[in-house]
């Protein structure tokens, strides 16, 4: 049924920039909450970014804030995460995350996101 596919992944340089996109098919609605969430290795998965079903709320991890930026392009169902300033400790796989249908409300708790991508890596390196 429903699929989300990430794309943007790749190796930078510390400082750089990556944009991520998040494409979601299956589903005729996109009044739903949509959120990044990446796992380093040997690390526990934790929320990165999420967005509200209006877009009108984003929520960001501390340690992303005023670095990475939420997106989101309804009519195509895809959502976007520009990140600058990039870090070593920046380095994990990219997850894209959506609630159920009519789940507007963005959260940082990733059961509550009922489908997931398959990931894509980011590689930060000095």
């Known amino acids: 049924q429903v699929q989300l596919v990430e794309f943007g992944g790749g190796f930078v340089q510390a400082g750089g920039s990556l944009r991520l996109s998040c494409e979601v098919s299956g589903r005729s609605n996109s009044n739903f909450a949509m959120a990044w969430f990446r796992q380093a290795p040997g690390k526990e998965r934790e929320f990165v970014g999420g967005?509200?079903?209006?877009?009108?709320?984003?929520m960001y991890a501390d340690s992303v804030k005023g670095r990475f930026t939420l997106s989101r392009d309804g009519a195509e169902n895809t959502m976007y995460l520009q990140m600058n300033s990039l870090k070593p400790e920046d380095t994990a796989v990219y997850y894209c995350a959506a609630r159920g249908d009519r789940s507007v409300a963005v959260t940082t708790t990733q059961i509550s996101y009922a489908h997931w991508g398959q990931g894509t890596q980011v590689t930060v390196s000095l």
């Open positions: 967005i509200s079903g209006r877009s009108d709320r984003t």
